[in-house]
């Protein structure tokens, strides 16, 4: 996010970047939220997935797979541009191969998803009494708060500026360094989790209290959520702050977009990492049932 080019392709390369970064960063806020309703217990869970099936939300999930593949494709290649500055000269070819990757894993992956969405008749029977369940309005209402905050001042015309150099020293430089290292660890990280749960077995069909219970009661995937959150958040975090210093110049105002961010994420974050350390899936249910069920699955 320290980089930016003049002229096309790249400047409209840079320009997607950020607006997918964007974007991704206030579907995360709003899918911590949403997850955490599992502490909530069974019915407020299960009442938001059921939300999330409609075919609506179905379409954002492709769009938001997309934004996920290109952000980090081209990700990656700003972070060999950054390190090997001898391949400017080639950034155009490198951009090609950018867009070659994205439409190559891209495509399949949108099929796969329409197609669990048109196979799953829930969604296109979707119940609508699920909008009377004020719980399931907390993630929407999150969501659009998330997206206010971090994405109007996106909304103004870049400005043109002479390209940023790499910082030198201080909390700038290792900011610069963990952007590059945590979006290469980033990259194979989100990939395996939306293939998991966006591409596996029908996706996001399956996905209910019971499932993500039986998922939190393996210390692995804990772990590995666990480091997704905090990579991603801190990332996305940093990266938005940027954003809001291109765009936000007096400083009163710098000083409280800035401190709301911090704020807005900071609290998140905490109540993601609580979810993750403090939610029990062997009590959450209420039902010895459901304890005996969960204990055969994790025995297969």
Known sequence: MYWRYRGDPSMGAWLLHRLTGIGIFAFLLMHIVDTALIGWG????DTVVRLYHHPFFRIGEVLLVGAVLFHGLNGLRVVVLD????????????LFIVLFAFVVSFIPSA????GQMLGHTDALSWNWSGWRDGRAWLPAVVGAFAVA??????ITVSRPLPPAARPVGGLEFHAW?????????????????????HLMDGGVNRVNF????????????RT???IMLTLAMGHGVWGMRIVLLDYIHRPTFRFWSVALLYAVSGIILALGALVLFTFQPLTAGGTAG???????WLCH
């Open 42 to 45: 069974e019915d407020a869970y």
């Open 83 to 94: 390190f090997a500055p001898n391949t400017t000269i080639y950034q155009r070819q490198m």
């Open 111 to 114: 099929v796969i998803m329409v």
């Open 149 to 154: 905050a971090v994405s109007v001042p996106g």
């Open 177 to 197: 360094a963990f952007m590059r290292v945590s979006g290469v660890l980033l990259m194979a990280i989100v990939l395996g989790h939306l293939f998991v749960m």
């Open 210 to 221: 019971e499932f993500v219970a039986r998922r939190f009661a393996t210390p692995f995937w």
């Open 224 to 226: 590995y959520d666990f």
């Open 290 to 296: 459901e304890a005996r069920h969960l204990l055969r």
